[in-house]
């Protein structure tokens, strides 16, 4: 009996010791990207300023594009071609935009000349794009062209649900990601907070998830509101390339679910 005893206080004090610890979940990380920047040079300061590492996406050919580029790269903040496409409704997306009426000639040099105007990108997002997206040749043409440049991801925007870029983005075998949750859809503090609640908890559930904003002043208010509080609550805040870095190394299984179909309320005014 004394024996049994000792046994059972031996396990007890030295046994439990040896079992490997259990492994811990790794914490919830989202990436929000803040598009349409290089028109107004206020803006772009306010969002280069918000805590944290916010991605910024910059329209090309406009007027403050290099210089925030260039600042935005000396600050250590990841930067995104924000590409211009045609959208399907009278919305104008400005210089540089690509359309479903060029050739192919046409639509690669005006990529490339866009890829070279904003410098330090590491990616790409569209720019509306609702008639462009669509179309399987011309999303294959743009593919093609970030293939042949080497070392960018793309972000689908997901200004329509009937694009297929993320498709033929991830075929291409470039990094790929699509857009979960617009924040700003909606232009009023209660949606754009709404919004970013379902942000943290889309990351809580699966691991991680990606927003896109816009330089208004409700939503980069929200943002430095809202920000500074994401460590007390286990989440952390990371450039879109560490994103796909990350979870693409963690198998095929979550980066497909990356490329599931979105829910349809979070649809952009800018299509």
């Known amino acids: 009996m004394i024996k049994k005893r000792f046994i059972l206080m031996w396990l ?16 919830p990380v989202i990436s929000i990207i803040i598009d349409d920047l290089g028109n107004h040079w206020r803006s772009a300061e306010r969002s280069l300023a918000l805590p944290g590492q916010v991605t910024l996406a910059i329209l090309p050919h406009t ?3 290099v210089r925030l580029a260039t ?42 000349a866009n890829l070279e105007a904003v410098p330090y990108i590491s990616g790409v997002n569209n720019h509306m794009g609702s008639q462009v997206t669509p179309s ?10 970030l293939e042949r440049r080497g070392n960018l991801y793309f972000v689908d925007s997901r200004t329509t649900a009937s694009s297929v870029a993320a498709v033929l983005s991830q075929e291409k075998g470039l990094p790929t990601l699509k857009r979960d949750i617009f924040l700003d859809h909606r232009r009023d503090r209660a949606s754009i907070h709404k919004q970013f609640q379902r942000l943290l908890r889309l990351s809580e559930q699966r691991g991680w998830a990606v927003a896109i904003g816009h330089p208004y002043p409700e939503t980069l208010a929200m943002l430095e509101a809202e920000l500074p509080k994401l460590a007390a609550r286990g989440i952390e805040l990371v450039p879109v390339s560490r994103l796909i870095r990350e979870h693409r190394e963690q198998g095929p299984v979550l980066w497909q679910a990356s490329l599931s179909p979105l829910q349809q309320d979070s649809k952009n005014s800018k299509q």
């Open 136 to 145: 399987t040749r011309h999303m294959d043409w743009l593919m093609t062209r």
């Open 71 to 112: 600042r935005a790269h000396a600050s250590g903040r990841e930067i995104m071609l924000h590409l211009p496409m045609a959208s399907i409704h009278q919305h104008r997306p400005g210089p540089g935009a690509v359309n479903v009426a060029m050739d192919e000639k046409e639509f690669d040099d005006i990529v490339a």
């Open 63 to 65: 007027p403050y594009s």
């Open 12 to 27: 007890v004090l030295f046994g439990l010791s040896a079992l490997p610890a259990q492994a811990q979940q790794p914490a």
